[in-house]
């Protein structure tokens, strides 16, 4: 007889994991326990199969579950007579891993669409499978006292269900039924009344098909629906939202309605009905959709019902929905019944409310599938807060807390060689956003028994999120990080490089980040480990006129770029049959001008997103001003036309490497060639076509000009820029097909919202340089 004892880490809590160790120990006719404990869920087994059993749980797993690691020790002492599962004690795992909300499994949708059940049509049915986990905890350790669940007093079969571990109930603290759990309603938000309804989701889809604009109550916020298809309804929704032209998402019954509007993959459609079911970006076809649910735009965002709620609505609904967050836009999305009264009563005209709190707040994921491996370009619902592995030769400790960027904010807890990522929050420059940032701060470090031993900021002084480290930390050691090198940590990291590994050659492209000259830098090209970087070459700077309005006013960084390419009385003598001169004239030159000469609020910069900025004015997009960030750079790459995309030989536009320290790659040619091609009458999908392939061009001969310098072969690609998919592919292909290695972003945004990780990597090697002397 044998007798072992295994410490397995993972995403074990919540997802079915100990009644399954349960079953399985029994099956073998093994004796012990499974408990939670500090370091994780332990397993002690007697019996002759003990040795099997690690290989027969792996081949078993839940389906929500992840084993990350496992410790066998041996074990002595008497055999038990049976096998249990002990009670966990606070401070257990509970505190270590907390599952993200799961999309609902076939078991519960089975039963809310069967007449014989008693959770026929229940709007919150749920089990270990599937449900909240993470909206609705409140506090550490994870058990139903510490959730919203809490005020609902469990039924006597429902009590059976949740203590019984042959029942996949067993545990699940949301777990409820329509005798004791939360209930929905509707109400007029003009009037305030109740609506009388025996089917709330039903009448819902009948307001919804009838022209009415909706607020939802979900999981993690409200939603605001109405019919995608409705074109007058949906320009309504925008002028009520206040949201000029950023893509609206929209969920759809099954994959069937969808692939009406839309093109699947294999790989798509997977991740569409994947448990955290998050929005997929998908290139439009078929049957067309208003304009207005994404203007200018190529893709849309899809996603599938991820609550019972949800199922039942689209019972009777054929069409897609508008699916929005319910908000005015830039502000968070309400969570709150008063807040849906009081903050959109002039965007909704009916709502549909429940009774169970909102603990935390949490957006849809988005998510697109890129050269076969789906990429998070916002990582939220249904993934934070999923751990994380370090790779293995990352220290345990110290723990560090990262704070991440201003923009798309996000932060980084580290413990026990995991790294744990909050859920996307937003622009910290929003003071909602910014109070939601201190409670999540406040409710991680309880659920995940968390107290940072060094804190770890951007190294830009004025961002938000670095002030906030500075405030918080109160004598503990602060780490600055520059943020293309967090950047660059970051893909390092979830593509497992280890600390012991030889630097990379990171491509770091997006819009702004502080650089270690006091310029800005965006468009980098750095030789890479954890421990630090060295600038070999960058995009050439030119000055940024007007600081934030250059990156809200597309028409500055065009100018400044004629300007730095050709000076404004070539340009004029070059193109004077433009309209562009016009259009510039009409503008404030004389005081960029000034601004520029001075460097008086125009900082030098190598930004790629604003040389996408300046390519894009110049082709008629969004000139004046973008309404959201990217947005002139998203319709440029949006309109590429796909005939000129495929003729490479001929038609990209130049690029120019120039020698210095850092190299320099110069835009100017490339620009005077769209210019020319803009006069002679190309259509803006053929300028933004070879655009695209000539800076493709360059930052391959650049890269391979590097690589052969350097002696290296992996290369890192990261940044808000390779959210660019025709920039992104061509790119890793080109690379690859050189004979490099690419790596790239997955598991976190390649934008900021990934940043957080990186800067956390960083710490981590540094307290371990500082730790071996």
């Given at each position: 007889?044998s007798?072992?004892?295994?410490?397995?880490?993972g995403?074990?809590?919540?997802?079915?994991?100990?009644?399954?160790?349960?079953?399985?120990?029994?099956?073998?006719?093994?004796?012990?326990?499974?408990?939670?404990?500090?370091?994780?869920?332990?397993?002690?087994?007697?019996?002759?199969?003990?040795?099997?059993?690690?290989?027969?749980?792996?081949?078993?797993?839940?389906?929500?579950?992840?084993?990350?690691?496992?410790?066998?020790?041996?074990?002595?002492?008497?055999?038990?007579?049976?096998?249990?599962?002990?009670?966990?004690?606070?401070?257990?795992?509970?505190q270590?891993?907390?599952?993200?909300?799961?999309?609902?499994?076939?078991?519960?949708?089975?039963?809310?669409?069967?007449?014989?059940?008693?959770?026929?049509?229940?709007?919150?049915?749920?089990?270990?499978?599937?449900?909240?986990?993470?909206?609705?905890?409140?506090?550490?350790?994870?058990?139903?006292?510490?959730?919203?669940?809490?005020?609902?007093?469990?039924?006597?079969?429902?009590?059976?269900?949740?203590?019984?571990?042959?029942?996949?109930?067993?545990?699940?603290?949301?777990?409820?039924?329509?005798?004791?759990?939360?209930?929905?309603?509707?109400?007029?938000?003009?009037?305030?009344?109740?609506?009388?309804?025996?089917?709330?989701?039903?009448?819902?889809?009948?307001?919804?098909?009838?022209?009415?604009?909706?607020a939802?109550?979900?999981?993690?916020?409200?939603?605001?629906?109405?019919?995608?298809t409705?074109?007058?309804?949906?320009?309504?929704?925008?002028?009520?939202?206040?949201?000029?032209?950023?893509?609206?998402?929209?969920?759809?019954?099954?994959?069937?309605?969808?692939?009406?509007y839309?093109?699947?993959?294999?790989?798509?459609?997977?991740?569409?009905?994947?448990?955290?079911?998050?929005?997929?970006?998908?290139?439009?076809?078929?049957?067309?959709?208003?304009?207005?649910?994404?203007?200018?735009?190529?893709?849309?965002?899809?996603?599938?019902?991820?609550?019972?709620?949800?199922?039942?609505?689209?019972?009777?609904?054929?069409?897609?929905?508008?699916?929005?967050?319910?908000?005015?836009?830039?502000?968070?999305?309400?969570?709150?019944?008063?807040?849906?009264?009081?903050?959109?009563?002039?965007?909704?005209?009916?709502?549909?409310?429940?009774?169970?709190?909102?603990?935390?707040?949490?957006?849809?994921?988005?998510?697109?599938?890129?050269?076969?491996?789906?990429?998070?370009l916002?990582?939220?619902?249904?993934?934070?807060?999923?751990?994380?592995?370090?790779?293995?030769?990352?220290?345990?400790?110290?723990?560090?807390?990262?704070?991440?960027?201003?923009?798309?904010?996000?932060?980084?807890?580290?413990?026990k060689?995991?790294?744990?990522?909050?859920?996307?929050?937003?622009?910290?420059?929003?003071?909602?956003?910014?109070?939601?940032?201190?409670?999540?701060?406040?409710?991680?470090?309880?659920?995940?028994?968390?107290?940072?031993?060094?804190?770890?900021?951007?190294?830009?002084?004025?961002?938000?999120?670095?002030?906030?480290?500075?405030?918080?930390?109160?004598?503990?050691?602060?780490?600055?990080?520059?943020?293309?090198?967090?950047?660059i940590?970051?893909?390092?990291?979830?593509?497992?490089?280890?600390?012991?590994?030889?630097?990379?050659?990171?491509?770091?492209?997006?819009g702004?980040?502080?650089?270690?000259?006091?310029t800005?830098?965006?468009?980098?090209f750095?030789?890479?480990?954890?421990?630090?970087?060295?600038?070999?070459?960058?995009?050439?700077?030119?000055?940024?006129?007007?600081?934030?309005?250059?990156?809200?006013?597309?028409?500055?960084?065009?100018?400044?770029?004629?300007?730095?390419?050709?000076?404004?009385?070539?340009?004029c003598?070059?193109?004077?049959?433009?309209?562009?001169?016009?259009?510039?004239?009409?503008?404030?030159?004389?005081?960029?001008?000034?601004?520029?000469?001075?460097?008086?609020?125009?900082?030098?910069?190598?930004?790629?997103?604003?040389?996408?900025?300046?390519?894009?004015?110049?082709?008629?997009?969004?000139?004046?001003?973008?309404?959201?960030?990217?947005?002139?750079?998203?319709?440029?790459?949006?309109?590429?036309?796909?005939?000129?995309?495929?003729?490479?030989?001929?038609?990209?536009?130049?690029?120019?490497?120039?020698?210095?320290?850092?190299?320099?790659?110069?835009?100017?040619?490339?620009?005077?060639?769209l210019?020319?091609?803009?006069?002679?009458?190309?259509?803006?999908?053929?300028?933004?076509?070879?655009?695209?392939?000539?800076?493709?061009?360059?930052?391959?001969?650049?890269?391979?000009i590097?690589?052969?310098?350097?002696?290296?072969?992996?290369?890192?690609?990261?940044?808000?820029?390779?959210?660019?998919?025709?920039?992104?592919?061509?790119?890793?292909?080109?690379?690859?097909?050189?004979?490099?290695?690419?790596?790239?972003?997955?598991?976190?945004?390649?934008?900021?919202?990934?940043?957080?990780?990186?800067?956390?990597?960083?710490?981590?090697?540094?307290?371990?340089?500082?730790?071996?002397?």
């Open positions: 007889m007798a072992v004892s295994l410490i397995i880490r995403q074990v809590q919540g997802v079915g994991f100990r009644p399954t160790v349960w079953r399985l120990a029994r099956e073998c006719g093994l004796t012990g326990d499974v408990k939670n404990t500090s370091e994780g869920v332990e397993v002690r087994l007697w019996g002759e199969m003990a040795e099997r059993f690690e290989a027969i749980l792996r081949d078993n797993l839940p389906g929500l579950a992840r084993i990350d690691s496992v410790v066998r020790t041996t074990l002595s002492g008497a055999a038990p007579r049976t096998f249990e599962i002990v009670t966990s004690k606070a401070g257990g795992l509970a270590l891993a907390v599952t993200p909300d799961v999309a609902t499994c076939p078991d519960c949708l089975r039963e809310i669409r069967d007449p014989a059940d008693r959770r026929y049509r229940y709007p919150f049915n749920n089990c270990t499978n599937c449900g909240p986990r993470f909206t609705i905890v409140q506090s550490g350790p994870y058990d139903r006292a510490r959730t919203t669940m809490a005020p609902f007093v469990m039924c006597a079969e429902c009590a059976d269900e949740f203590a019984n571990p042959a029942d996949r109930r067993f545990h699940a603290q949301p777990v409820a039924c329509p005798d004791c759990g939360p209930r929905v309603w509707l109400e007029d938000l003009q009037t305030g009344a109740c609506l009388e309804s025996a089917d709330c989701p039903k009448t819902l889809a009948e307001l919804i098909l009838d022209g009415h604009i909706v939802i109550r979900g999981l993690g916020g409200v939603h605001l629906a109405c019919d995608a409705n074109a007058q309804t949906v320009a309504a929704l925008r002028a009520r939202k206040r949201r000029k032209a950023k893509a609206f998402a929209m969920m759809a019954r099954d994959l069937e309605v969808i692939r009406r839309a093109s699947l993959s294999t790989a798509e459609e997977a991740l569409l009905t994947s448990p955290a079911a998050p929005i997929v970006l998908l290139y439009g076809a078929g049957e067309r959709l208003p304009d207005a649910v994404a203007p200018g735009l190529s893709r849309l965002g899809f996603m599938l019902p991820h609550t019972p709620l949800h199922h039942l609505m689209f019972e009777h609904l054929d069409r897609p929905l508008i699916m929005t967050s319910g908000n005015l836009s830039g502000q968070p999305q309400c969570t709150t019944n008063e807040e849906i009264r009081d903050r959109l009563s002039e965007i909704a005209d009916f709502t549909l409310m429940h009774d169970r709190d909102i603990a935390n707040r949490i957006d849809d994921s988005v998510a697109v599938v890129e050269l076969g491996r789906t990429r998070l916002r990582r939220a619902r249904g993934y934070a807060p999923q751990a994380i592995t370090l790779p293995d030769d990352f220290p345990e400790e110290p723990a560090m807390l990262a704070m991440g960027s201003e923009l798309k904010n996000t932060f980084c807890l580290t413990r060689g995991q790294a744990i990522l909050s859920q996307h929050m937003g622009d910290l420059e929003d003071a909602a956003t910014n109070e939601e940032q201190r409670h999540n701060l406040t409710l991680f470090q309880s659920l995940f028994s968390h107290q940072a031993e060094r804190i770890v900021v951007d190294a830009h002084p004025d961002y938000l999120s670095t002030r906030f480290g500075y405030e918080i930390a109160k004598g503990r050691p602060v780490e600055e990080v520059q943020h293309h090198h967090a950047h940590a970051a893909c390092m990291t979830e593509n497992g490089v280890k600390l012991s590994d030889g630097p990379v050659l990171g491509i770091a492209l997006d702004l980040g502080l650089g270690d000259d006091g800005i830098w965006g468009g980098e750095l030789l890479a480990d954890y421990l630090g970087y060295r600038r070999l070459a960058c995009l050439k700077p030119v000055p940024l006129p007007g600081g934030a309005a250059a990156v809200r006013e597309p028409w500055r960084n065009a100018y400044a770029q004629i300007v730095a390419a050709m000076g404004w009385q070539q340009f003598a070059r193109h004077a049959a433009s309209d562009l001169v016009a259009r510039f004239k009409a503008q404030p030159l004389a005081t960029l001008d000034a601004m520029m000469r001075s460097g008086m609020n125009a900082p030098l910069s190598s930004s790629c997103g604003r040389l996408f900025d300046a390519a894009a004015a110049l082709c008629g997009f969004a000139w004046e001003r973008q309404s959201y960030e990217g947005e002139a750079a998203m319709r440029f790459e949006a309109a590429i036309e796909r005939g000129a995309l495929c003729d490479e030989e001929s038609s990209a536009y130049p690029f120019v490497i120039r020698a210095g320290d850092p190299l320099q790659l110069d835009p100017a040619p490339a620009l005077e060639a210019l020319v091609d803009r006069l002679n009458g190309s259509a803006p999908g053929v300028l933004s076509a070879r655009f695209h392939l000539g800076l493709v061009d360059a930052l391959e001969e650049l890269t391979l590097l690589a052969h310098r350097q002696a290296i072969n992996t290369v890192a690609l990261s940044g808000g820029c390779f959210q660019n998919v025709t920039l992104f592919t061509l790119l890793h292909q080109r690379l690859e097909a050189a004979g490099l290695v690419v790596l790239s972003h997955s598991k976190v945004p390649c934008n900021d919202g990934g940043l957080s990780l990186g800067q956390a990597a960083i710490a981590m090697a540094r307290s371990r340089q500082r730790a071996n002397g």
